[in-house]
């Protein structure tokens, strides 16, 4: 029996058509048995091109998580800075505005003779005595104020100029006095017309005229 040769066209559609199917070629160039390919003229339908694998496109690592924690920084007092120093004036502006806002004291309210018997006290006290009986060189006044100036003018007078200006042995007082004008003798006391008010000049005349006549 005579073989007829398989045109190369043939074989290479097979080959074709095998690679297509993921067939191995089977080590051989002819056809199957039975397998009846076209004549050249009637071409076969075409054979789609076996389609390449897709790509694999490896996946990006997933980037490195941020901690949404912060660590917190120092801790801070919540005042700011130039709250300080009005925090420290702050108490002594209170004392100054409550002090200011308290009713004022009232005056006491001291009869002329109370008052008198204040400033005698204070200021006269230490050189006529506290019951007027005269303290060492210093004249006595108990018994010897009416006598010494029945004029009470005169007194509040002596009293304002007091006798440091004086020269020893100026006469002051009553003329007519019982037995004699009183005259400086020690010279030291002072002008009370410049250290008391008018108010505690008379009532320390007054005072002194009630309680030392």
């Not at 300080?84 to 005056?107: E, M, S």
């Not at 007194?155 to 042995?169: L, M």
Request: glycine share 10%; net charge neutral.
């Amino acid at each position: 029996m005579q073989l007829t040769e398989v045109p190369e066209y043939l074989l290479r559609r097979s080959r074709e058509r095998r690679a297509a199917l993921g067939l191995g070629t089977g080590g051989g160039d002819a056809p199957p048995p039975g397998d009846v390919s076209p004549p050249a003229s009637e071409p076969g339908p075409p054979v789609a091109a076996a389609e390449a694998p897709a790509a694999t496109v490896a996946e990006p690592e997933p980037a490195a998580a941020v901690p949404t924690y912060v660590a917190p920084s120092a801790p801070r007092s919540g005042i700011p800075a130039w709250m300080l120093p009005v925090l420290v004036i702050l108490p002594f502006w209170a004392i100054v505005y409550v002090g200011a806002l308290a009713p004022p004291q009232k005056a006491e309210n001291l009869t002329p003779i109370q008052l008198g018997a204040r400033v005698f006290s204070a200021n006269c006290a230490s050189c006529h005595g506290a019951n007027g009986e005269g303290v060492g060189e210093f004249p006595k006044l108990a018994g010897q104020v009416l006598a010494t100036f029945p004029n009470e003018a005169d007194h509040v007078k002596w009293v304002q100029e007091g006798s440091q200006t004086k020269p020893k042995g100026t006469p002051y007082g009553d003329p007519a006095r019982p037995g004699g004008q009183h005259v400086v003798k020690v010279g030291k006391m002072p002008a009370f017309a410049s250290t008391l008010s008018p108010d505690q000049l008379n009532a320390v005349v007054l005072y002194e005229r009630e309680t030392f006549k």
